[in-house]
């Protein structure tokens, strides 16, 4: 039976990727950000950095509706996260980030009590294109069922996820953290580069259980997260979907460590030059991006 694979979760300053890419731009903007008594050091880096790429927008491209909100601060408990909203009457960015031009710079301080956090970003940006495809996309937990969808892991949690789209396209999942961008599917014995899919199919990924008729359960690989910290890690998961067919690029295996097998992997500095690459020849690319956290077990 094949090896069920291991992740390790590092640290991750956030980028955000939304949607098809057109004429590109560089757009940069600094945001000072002041935290809820709630919010974590790093929930407070992650909300300036993403306030800081709606600013940047903002400056070069506007809004759908002047004077009109694009986001919102969702609080779930004691944990907060940031939603892109499109409300009668608010509307939305007129813009959409592509890719980080250089990792954004977070520095922080304490004023009264509260985190405050300045965020400087820099990044490649176009106007909102309507060419692209809505899907669902769901990570879970544990269990390779919609219902366990969770941003929240504890190392040792499985992982899996849950796709459909409404056309039949090609799908590619990466994971992000600071340093690297891990290839969790096209699947490590997949030899052709891509994955396809089919319209209205609910697919169960990462889990040899729930292979689709075809499939050699053999051939997929299963992924359990585990964490080297003693504090929570941020990274994000990115979805890529189109309804044309396209690869992934060129990527290696890093050596296992301590019974600790990789996925496929490349740098995040050459993830971001071939996401943007592949947007601006694929104007009908989606990009979704999931932040999970992982905590440290106990």
């Known amino acids: ?29 600094t945001y000072t950000y002041v935290a809820s008594q709630r919010e974590s050091l790093e929930d407070a880096k992650r909300n300036a950095v993403h306030y800081a790429k709606i600013e ?34 608010e509307g939305e960015l007129n813009g959409e980030w592509i890719g980080d031009k250089e990792p954004p710079k977070v520095e922080t301080r304490l004023d009264g009590g509260k985190i405050v956090a300045i965020a400087t970003v820099k990044g490649y940006a176009t106007e909102i294109s309507n060419n692209t495809i809505d899907y669902v996309a769901k990570v879970l937990r544990n269990q390779p069922s919609p219902e366990y969808e969770s941003e929240e892991f504890v190392a040792g949690n499985d992982i899996y996820v849950s796709f459909t789209a409404p056309i039949d396209g090609y799908l590619a ?103 943007i690459k592949a947007r601006k020849r694929d104007k009908e690319m989606s990009v979704k991006v999931k932040n999970i956290e992982v905590k440290p077990m106990n």
């Open 56 to 89: 940047a927008l903002r400056k070069e491209f506007g809004t759908l509706i002047s004077d009109a909100s694009a986001s919102t601060i969702v609080q779930k408990g004691n944990k907060t996260t940031e939603k892109f909203v499109s409300m009668s009457g």
């Open 173 to 275: 999942i990466y994971l992000l953290d600071s340093d690297n961008a891990y290839c969790l599917l096209p699947y490590r014995a997949n030899k052709d580069g891509f994955f396809k899919v089919t319209h209205q199919k609910e697919y169960i990924l990462f889990s040899q259980s729930k292979h689709a008729p075809g499939e050699n359960p053999q051939e997929i690989d299963e992924y359990t997260v585990t964490s080297d910290k003693e504090m929570s890690d941020f990274n994000q998961i990115y979805f890529i979907f189109s309804p044309n067919m396209f690869r992934k690029p060129v990527d290696f295996t890093k050596p296992v460590e301590e019974g600790i097998v990789y996925p496929r992997m490349m740098s995040w500095e050459n993830f971001q030059e071939w996401i």
């Open 1 to 29: 039976m094949q090896s069920r694979y291991f992740i390790i979760f590092l640290s991750l300053i956030c980028c955000h990727i939304t949607a098809g890419a057109q004429t590109r731009k560089t757009v940069e903007a």
